[in-house]
């Protein structure tokens, strides 16, 4: 199984390695969801979702749909 | 008159922008609304030193020049239009200084544009305690700008960028960030095929859904060496430019920010663990509702019954010292009344408005939006439409504007489609005084009065029907969208009492002009359909009368001819009309003549009461006694019963009565389709019920 921000656990820290970017809307881009930045997970809502994410600095939630779409690295 | 200096302040959400300009400004500053569609143009003046004063323009927040939604467009269409008359000078862009980073973004692409640009670090007072520290002359030349160092909350700054504004002509145009070079064949042949325009915009006339005027897609589709990409091959290059503006800016930063991580203070996440916990988030969540249920329903009424009585005041004075005649029954009857009616729902609307704008400004808001989510989703609905939802409970008006946050067309649509259900302020003069006719007055055990709990079922009859009509509507509309949920967590900020201040007066003055104006004139319709009407029976009330009961006594016989007065009056003639229609549900004609005008706004029911029973009458007796008093022609029971205002009350809870909300709700989907689908399903619903409540209990 790929690893995505979807399988990580509360407090894990990654790096992001890819984006497939038709499904992921471009605002996320733009928020920093880029290859290369940091991002951790900060809390997760009941059922899962959405995730309480840091990325690149910045702080925001998404659904666990999209996460599952960014593969990322556990550091 | 000197030229003004025309400014536009643009900056991503949750950055302060809004504090900026209402310290530029003051209360100099006016709200209105773009023309044909109902996003927000807030401006101001603000004096600079010499007599020079700048125009400002409070632009709707946005994470980036490509626009997702209706707000957003607004920012990129005057950006690229020349000739808009708004547009600026110079662009002030604010950004946090805690997400610089991300707030960047936005500044990198104004700067392609080649405005002239000042970039304000707003924020700075929570530069030590976060350990961050910025060599600012650097950070200036690296991104060929000139930037203020502001902090809204201790009023720092301003002045600073006050001069940076008066001396924008020295600002630098170039840009220097060369977002576009990672596709230089592209780019080189787009620019190639029109060379007097910035590249930069071509790229965004190309990628954007915005109407601009004049240049446009189709422009550029038919130049001969260049052909536009497909949509994912666009969608890629926009990628990769995002990629590009990154490095710029991480390049900028490197040397000019430093953050040292360990003086940063783990507020934010100690707030986090307990506002987001699955079981305390949630309990402080209900508690907060509570509490701002508390507000709009107890502490409100103290402020609602000065009102009252000052209006009934007022209009027995005005009707003592002017003199009697069809223009002061106009005055007393019709406007002062109609004007009460408005006035009364102030501070309901104020304390409503008071609490979600400090819940916005502090950041919590977007912690109830990750807490319900997930629970939303399940009836088709977002994280995002708790806010619409609660915001519904006061107005459905504002709710159905809040709506626009939600990226999510079908999400979107339902929120605004089951809105209206949830018991908007309107609603509760209705309740209430139908409540108090038919409700016995007593308690069950020391607390819960039988007419409290009526009301608080009224209220969660509102949300569930707003739910449970989500969650059919989710499974009968076939739309297709994308699911895109993002939300930004802001960190916790205390808000600003100035801040808190003007929304609430804006929200007011919006509330009180919008509605006011259709309740005041359909208060003056009515008064002049009940006192007017259109034969010999309205012409010779009191002779008929008169002879026909010889032995009633003065006051008596008064009453009886203003009832007769009123039944062939022209609005007697309405109701009777409609009479047929609502007889089923237990109401007469006066109270189908509510119903009626309420189409047009619900809150105008009692209102219309008031007036059909008052016409004619004096003012002593209130309104709830003369209904209380009303008979049923053909029961000879009284009018108001339990069956007939239970079924009266489930009418209200259920029927799409507010023509503004029907306005809105075409704006806000572009056709009529969606509002006439809301009037119908309401209305056929409203009537079932009302139907079978009253069949049963009578």
């Avoid at chain 1, 733009?30 to 840091?54: D, K, R, S, T």
């Avoid at chain 2, 008066?166 to 990672?182: D, G, H, M, R, V």
């Avoid at chain 2, 996440?269 to 988030?281: E, S």
């Amino acid at each position: 199984m790929k690893t995505t921000i979807a399988t990580l656990k509360r407090g894990q820290r990654a790096i992001i390695k890819e984006v497939t970017s038709d499904i992921i809307p471009l605002k996320l881009l733009e928020m920093g969801c880029l290859p290369g930045n940091e991002v951790q997970l900060l809390q997760i809502a009941p059922f899962q979702c959405p995730m309480y994410l840091n990325i690149n600095g910045s702080h925001l939630a998404i659904r666990k749909e999209v996460a599952a779409q960014i593969e990322v690295e556990i550091i | 008159m000197a030229k003004q200096i025309k400014v536009s302040l643009i900056g991503n959400p949750n950055t302060g922008k809004t504090s900026v300009f209402n310290l530029l400004t003051g209360l100099n500053q006016q709200v209105g609304n773009y023309p044909g569609i109902t996003v927000e143009k807030k401006e101001g003046v603000c004096k600079l030193s010499r007599g020079v004063k700048a125009h400002i323009l409070d632009l709707p927040g946005t994470y980036s020049l490509n626009a997702s939604s209706l707000d957003e467009n607004v920012v990129i269409e005057l950006l690229l239009n020349k000739k808009d008359k708004d547009f600026p000078d110079v662009a002030i862009v604010v950004s946090d200084v805690e997400n610089l980073k991300r707030n960047l973004l936005l500044f990198t692409q104004i700067k392609d544009l080649e405005i002239p640009a000042i970039l304000v670090i707003n924020m700075a007072d929570r530069m030590s305690r976060k350990g961050i520290s910025i060599d600012i002359p650097l950070l200036e030349k690296k991104l060929h700008t000139k930037i203020a160092l502001v902090s809204a909350r201790k009023k720092e700054g301003i002045e600073d960028l006050k001069k940076l504004i008066e001396s924008y002509t020295l600002l630098p145009k170039t840009s220097n960030t060369n977002a576009l070079s990672f596709a230089p064949d592209y780019f080189d042949r787009l620019q190639k095929a029109f060379p007097d325009q910035s590249l930069y915009k071509l790229w965004l006339v190309i990628t954007q859904d915005v109407n601009f005027r004049k240049f446009n897609k189709q422009d550029i589709s038919i130049a001969p060496d260049f052909k536009i990409k497909s949509e994912s091959e666009l969608k890629r290059l926009q990628q990769k430019e995002t990629i590009k503006r990154y490095q710029f800016i991480n390049g900028a930063l490197k040397e000019a920010l430093t953050v040292d991580e360990r003086a940063a203070t783990g507020m934010r996440a100690k707030l986090d663990r307990v506002l987001t916990h699955k079981v305390w988030g949630y309990f402080i969540f209900f508690a907060i509702l509570l509490l701002i249920f508390q507000a709009i329903y107890d502490w409100s009424s103290y402020p609602m019954d000065l009102i009252d009585e000052a209006f009934a005041w007022l209009s027995e004075f005005t009707s003592s010292i002017l003199p009697a005649g069809p223009l002061v029954d106009l005055i007393t009857e019709g406007i002062i009344p109609g004007l009460g009616g408005i006035v009364i729902f102030i501070p309901q609307i104020a304390f409503l408005f008071l609490f979600i704008s400090i819940l916005e400004e502090s950041g919590y808001m977007s912690r109830v939006v990750f807490l319900m989510d997930r629970v939303m989703r399940k009836f088709g609905l977002s994280g995002k439409s708790v806010v619409p939802l609660v915001s519904g409970t006061a107005c459905a008006i504002p709710a159905v504007m809040a709506t626009r946050n939600i990226e999510n067309w079908k999400e979107r649509l339902i929120t605004i489609l089951v809105v209206p259900f949830t018991t908007c302020s309107a609603r509760l003069p209705v309740y209430l005084i139908i409540i108090s006719l038919v409700i016995p007055d007593e308690k069950i055990g020391w607390i819960f009065g039988y007419q409290s709990l009526t009301l608080m079922f009224l209220y969660f009859l509102g949300f569930g029907t707003a739910v449970g009509s989500a969650w059919i509507l989710n499974k009968i509309l076939k739309i297709k969208s994308k699911s895109y949920f993002v939300i930004e967590m802001p960190g916790y900020k205390i808000p600003l009492f100035k801040n808190v201040a003007i929304n609430v007066i804006e929200k007011t003055k919006a509330f009180v002009f919008g509605a006011g104006k259709i309740i005041l004139a359909i208060s003056i319709i009515l008064w002049v359909l009940a006192s007017f009407g259109p034969n010999e029976n309205f012409n010779n009330a009191e002779k008929i009368v008169t002879e026909r009961y010889t032995d009633l006594a003065e006051e008596e016989l008064s009453n009886k001819i203003a009832s007769h007065k009123l039944e062939y009056s022209f609005i007697g003639y309405a109701g009777k009309a409609i009479e047929p229609i609502v007889a089923p549900l237990g109401y007469d004609w006066k109270i189908g003549i509510g119903i009626i005008s309420s189409f047009a706004a619900r809150e105008v029911f009692v209102g219309t009461l008031a007036t059909i029973y008052s016409v004619g009458s004096d003012e002593e007796e209130t309104i709830k006694n003369r209904m209380a008093a009303e008979v049923n022609q053909k029961t000879g029971e009284p009018l108001f019963n339990l069956a007939s205002g239970l079924s009266l009350l489930l009418f209200y809870a259920f029927a799409m009565q507010c023509m503004s909300t029907l306005a809105i709700v075409k704006r806000e989907t572009n056709t009529w389709k969606w509002p006439m689908a809301q009037l119908v399903f309401m209305s056929v619903l409203a009537y079932g019920i009302a139907l079978i409540v009253y069949q049963i209990l009578k």
